[in-house]
T-cell receptor, first 114, second 113 residues
Framework: GEEVAQTPKHLVRGEGQKAKLYCAPIKGHSYVFWYQQVLKNEFKFLISFQNENVFDETGMPKERFSAKCLPNSPCSLEIQATKLEDSAVYFC????????????FGNGTRLTVT | DQQVKQNSPSLSVQEGRISILNCDYT??????FLWYKKYPAEGPTFLISISSIKDKNEDGRFTVFLNKSAKHLSLHIVPSQPGDSAVYFC????????????FGQGTELSVKP
């Protein structure tokens, strides 16, 4: 598609439950990025992929967070045993190339952990 | 360690006048800079970018200026329109960081009719 599609728009989970978020990048874009926006205006990088391969996972809290981009499937971000501080908007973005190429963002998934 | 800083949380401008949004960075390895616009409940929308080999890039009403020696960039919007009211983020990336963007904290622009 011509837009990055993220589902669901909203997700509510009780503390300790699992949350799974999905992202379909723009067709033809090889690079996918996940960002977390906790406070209103702060974007924290989580992980990036080149096709199905993890490119950079330096921002991932590895003990509970995992992500995948498999061929012919939406990319996913999974949080095991959610905590209250995981409440945030999670944005996915895609780009055509790794250098000097803008990221195109989806509209995000708002995760609320209660 | 805030590598990209937008020191003005908000800016109010009259319709038709110029809006100037500022951004400072600390990492001298950054070589690609972007501005995004964000409305509530939507993702950031790409506006304009500039490579470190240039000092100015223009696209319609939007111009980005880069001053590498001062590690400073700015976005000029002329003339400002009420529809420009949004949060503006500057972002930067380094060639050796795989396209990962580092964002500033955003500046909320309000354009009054």
């Amino acid at each position: 598609g011509e837009e990055v599609a993220q589902t669901p728009k909203h997700l509510v989970r009780g503390e300790g439950q699992k949350a799974k978020l999905y992202c379909a990048p723009i067709k033809g874009h090889s690079y996918v990025f996940w960002y977390q926006q906790v406070l209103k205006n702060e974007f924290k990088f989580l992980i990036s992929f080149q096709n199905e391969n993890v490119f950079d996972e330096t921002g991932m809290p590895k003990e509970r967070f995992s992500a995948k981009c498999l061929p012919n499937s939406p990319c996913s971000l999974e949080i095991q045993a959610t905590k209250l501080e995981d409440s945030a908007v999670y944005f996915c973005a895609s780009s055509q190339s790794r250098q000097n190429s803008p990221l195109h963002f989806g509209n995000g998934t708002r995760l609320t952990v209660t | 360690d805030q590598q990209v800083k937008q020191n003005s949380p908000s800016l109010s401008v009259q319709e038709g006048r110029i809006s100037i949004l500022n951004c400072d960075y600390t990492n001298s390895m950054f070589d690609y800079f972007l501005w995004y616009k964000k409305y509530p409940a939507e993702g950031p929308t790409f506006l304009i970018s500039i490579s470190s080999i240039k000092d100015k890039n223009e696209d319609g009403r939007f111009t980005v200026f880069l001053n590498k020696s001062a590690k400073h960039l700015s976005l000029h919007i002329v003339p400002s329109q009420p529809g420009d009211s949004a949060v503006y983020f500057c972002a930067a990336s380094a060639n050796n960081q795989g396209g990962k963007l580092i964002f500033g904290q955003g500046t909320e622009l309000s354009v009054k009719p």
